[in-house]
């Protein structure tokens, strides 16, 4: 099971992928196309060309994990344009990606940020 937390670097591939892919397929593409590290522990999350599929990789430090979800009806709604090969996601947008939710519609509050110290 990929969890996906807080800590976690979430990066999205713009361009949609071949739904038959494998983990070493989509590790290459990682280093390729998107030239991140497959084995960083970032996930990273991948569309199919119809937009009724995601699949997330992630490597945990033993091994790759493969997740798909595949709707029953209809597509992804959202998907992020940018205009390199892909695109960080906080997590919350990563997990609300994942419930088949429209991310551009919700605001989440600020993310957190260390105030520096009074002197």
């Known amino acids: 099971m990929i969890q996906i937390t807080a800590q976690m670097r979430v990066l999205v591939a713009i361009e949609p992928v071949d739904g038959r892919k494998g983990i070493d ?3 290459r593409l990682c280093q ?3 030239a991140e590290d497959p084995f ?3 996930v990273f999350v991948f569309r199919s060309r119809s937009g009724a599929a995601i699949r997330l990789l992630s490597y945990d430090g033993q091994g790759y994990w493969l ?5 029953s009806r209809g597509r992804f ?10 695109k960080g996601l906080e997590t919350y947008a990563a997990q609300l990606l994942l419930a088949a939710g429209d991310v551009s519609r919700v605001r989440a509050a600020p993310m957190w940020r260390r105030v520096s110290a009074l002197k």
């Open 25 to 27: 397929s989509l590790a």
């Open 32 to 34: 390729e196309r998107l």
């Open 40 to 42: 960083s522990g970032c």
């Open 67 to 71: 997740a798909q979800k595949r709707l």
């Open 77 to 86: 709604v959202w998907w992020p344009e940018a205009t390199g090969p892909a």
